[in-house]
């Protein structure tokens, strides 16, 4: 009998360009735009201070991203970007899905954010202009399991 859910991948388009683009963006910057006012003995030490928080806040982000997210079946499973930790949900245990509204709500800009939240707490954020076959995914899982979408 042919498996009626065939395994379902996303992945993201340009994590790790982005950060790379990122971390030479927020040192270049004060490179050129802080540095010819600063002594030479407080150059080295400015840099080193922008440089470690920028890294900091770089792996921050990343930390948080998946490498991939699959729908295999009856089963979601990611992948961390950076610990390489592989994650497992049953699929019976997404209690809600969170789609991005079409219009914006109070003024505020629309989120462009899925959003898949578990029985147990943990939720799953999605970024549309991030992951690659999005839509594909979020049809596939509500073939799957039908929950109400907020």
């Given at each position: 009998m042919p498996?009626?859910?065939?395994t379902m991948t996303i992945r993201p388009l340009f994590n790790l360009g982005m950060a790379g683009g990122l971390f030479v963006l927020m040192i270049a910057v004060p490179a050129f735009?802080?540095?010819?006012?600063?002594?030479?003995?407080?150059?080295?030490?400015?840099?080193?201070?922008?440089?470690?928080?920028?890294?900091?806040?770089?792996?921050?982000?990343?930390s948080m991203s998946y490498q991939w997210i699959e729908?295999?079946?009856?089963?979601i499973r990611g992948r961390k970007l950076i610990s390489r930790r592989l994650h497992e949900w049953p699929v019976n245990q997404v209690v809600e899905v969170s789609i991005p509204?079409?219009?914006?709500?109070?003024?505020?800009?629309?989120?462009?954010n899925y959003r898949i939240g578990f029985e147990d707490g943990t939720s799953i954020i999605l970024v549309a202009?991030?992951?690659?076959?999005?839509?594909?995914?979020?049809?596939?899982?509500?073939r799957v399991r039908p929950v109400p979408r907020i």
């Open positions: 498996n009626q859910n065939p735009t802080d540095l010819p006012f600063l002594s030479a003995k407080y150059a080295a030490v400015y840099m080193s201070v922008i440089t470690s928080l920028t890294v900091a806040f770089l792996l921050y982000l990343v729908l295999d079946g009856e089963v509204s079409a219009e914006p709500t109070d003024g505020k800009p629309k989120s462009q202009g991030e992951m690659n076959g999005i839509a594909e995914f979020m049809a596939a899982l509500a």
